[in-house]
């Protein structure tokens, strides 16, 4: 069997058996590639030595596809958040295999698996590979570069007992660090949709819903928290009829797709009691949603007790808008002005300390709070994404 037939199997077992997983491998663009050690991905290339994968069995295949997916959709790099990159990719890895292992996929000898972490997040399994091997280990390493696997950790690269093939399935290095910030919003949106797809059939992997969490509440990803509300809002329309045309010629109906484009409102506080140096990190972070959501059209309102300013935004404009304010806060005008001049909004984004007043109505769209500092929001959901 060739290589391309071999992946061709193994994507067709995976839709079959687990829906969720090979709907979103079949993203991946296989490319083989001479001298590379056994295989890696950056969100869109599948690279692999044909040696390696001509000598890997069906269920080593579908375990390689779902690992490197399931690095990519559960934004990983946006969750590092100042974490050392080698031991950060490490924990990632541990998750997700024992995410693998709980669904009925086999585990690969020389693989990142350790049935210890079962249930544990990234997070905890970060904190505690460093507490175990490291101690203190900002003193210990001046940069993420600098940070070694765990010795001896069962697993960890390099533990493998019968030579490179093994050593393959450890490799940090198969998962790109850095991925291209678009990319992690498409891998986004292409999860939300086999996720539905999946739920559908029954077949929605178990154990998903604790991947994504952070362990300290105020520690909450904000960016992961958006991913999956603004997938919420995305209005996704999937058929088999007419189906994706990209795998018919290897016999593989997958469905289309089609989506309308998300109106998202984003209100940044720029009253007296946000300094300078919150001010630039909200204004930094409407930048980051600019770039992880180029094909969302976001409506931006700069506001303190009064609205200083309205400015719409699409993926790939310029982003140039004066900064006013410095009163006191209110966040009523902002309400009362999507009310009267965006009433198709479906959802709002507020930048603010959380310290206002407030409609006494709550809205009919959703609205999250992305606070500066822990603090009581009478409806929608607060996100602590800074701390002063």
Known sequence: MTTDAQLTKAKSQLTMKHPYFGMLASRLKEEPKEGMQGYASNGKRFLYDPDFMARRTTEEIMFILTNCVMHHVLSHQQRQ???KGTLWQLATDYAINNLLHKNGLEIPRGANYNEEFEGMYAEEIYEALKESFYGDMDDAFGSEDDVPPPPGMPGAAGDAEDGEDNDAFSNLGNIEEELDAQNESEWQ???SVAQEVAQRKSAMPSGMERLGKKVKKADVDWRFELYNAVNRHMRNNYAFMPPNKKHI???IALPS???????????????????DALLGAFTEEFKSIMTNFPSVRIELIIADARIHGHYTFQGGEKLDFPIKGGGGTDYRPVFDYIEAELPMTTMLLYFTDGDGWFPRIPPAYEVLWALSRPAKVPFGRGLVIFSQ
């Open 81 to 83: 958040l100042g974490r």
């Open 189 to 191: 949106y292409a999860s």
């Open 249 to 251: 010629y290897r016999g």
């Open 257 to 275: 797709l089609a989506s309308d484009t998300l109106s998202l409102v984003v209100a940044v506080d720029t009253s007296g009691s946000i300094n």
